[in-house]
């Protein structure tokens, strides 16, 4: 009786670890927004942002992709894999707007996608069943532009980890000079008169 128990629970297990992933179609988005300050190339998969200046905050700036209340009660995170090709371009905003009456930025999760990154891990937020959709828009500020998403999939990962945007790789900066000298005997404040005094000349 153990035994089957046993083998039944590690079955259920290896089927929540193996749930296919659900592929986004991105050609559901149309090819430009009603304000005209999106468009959409389903070619080459390209968001162009163009603001109009004679419309409030340059208009809405953003694409609705509709998936019709789809089930996600077997996913736990939305993996979105995107390219940013014009590196002074800033990336972009996806929030998840999860099925109910209307979309509330307030409540509903928007996640910065920024040009240094190429993919962004993101949790589902918790008790969701349902997504009514995604609404990719134009960062906050930003007048112009344009990103590539390649593809949108919900997933189901045991131990997914979300994509910390302020992680950094990089080894720190050592100062290796061979000379020169630090007064230990001042405090910070009289440094930073003595340095500004000196660039002051």
Same mark, same amino acid.
């Given at each position: ?8 629970? /590690?079955?259920?297990?290896?089927? @929540?670890?193996?749930v296919k992933p659900y592929v986004v179609d991105l050609n559901k988005l149309s090819a430009v927004n009603d304000d005209k300050t ?137 100062? @290796? @000079?061979?000379?020169? /000298? ?14 500004? /005094?000196?660039?002051?000349?």
């Open positions: 009786m153990i035994s089957a128990l046993l083998v039944l629970i /590690s079955s259920v297990s290896v089927f @929540a670890q193996n999106m468009s959409f190339n389903k070619t080459t998969k390209t968001f162009t942002l163009t603001a109009n200046d004679r419309l409030e905050n340059g208009g809405s700036k953003s694409l609705y992709l509709w998936l019709n209340s789809l089930d996600i009660s077997s996913y736990n995170i939305v993996r979105v894999k995107y390219r940013i090709p014009n590196e002074e371009d800033y990336g972009f905003i996806l929030t998840t707007d999860y099925d109910d009456d209307t979309l509330d930025w307030n409540r509903d999760k928007s996640t910065y996608c920024p040009s240094y990154l190429n993919e962004m891990v993101i949790p589902l937020k918790s008790g969701q069943k349902r997504l009514n959709g995604f609404c990719i828009s134009a960062t906050w500020g930003v007048s112009s532009g344009k990103f590539v998403i390649e593809s949108i999939t919900l997933e189901k990962e045991a131990n997914s980890k979300p994509t910390d945007i302020n992680a950094n790789d990089e080894p720190p900066v050592i100062d @290796a @000079a061979a000379n020169g /000298s630090f007064d230990d005997s001042l405090v910070a404040w009289d440094f930073v008169k003595k340095t500004w /005094s000196r660039l002051a000349v």
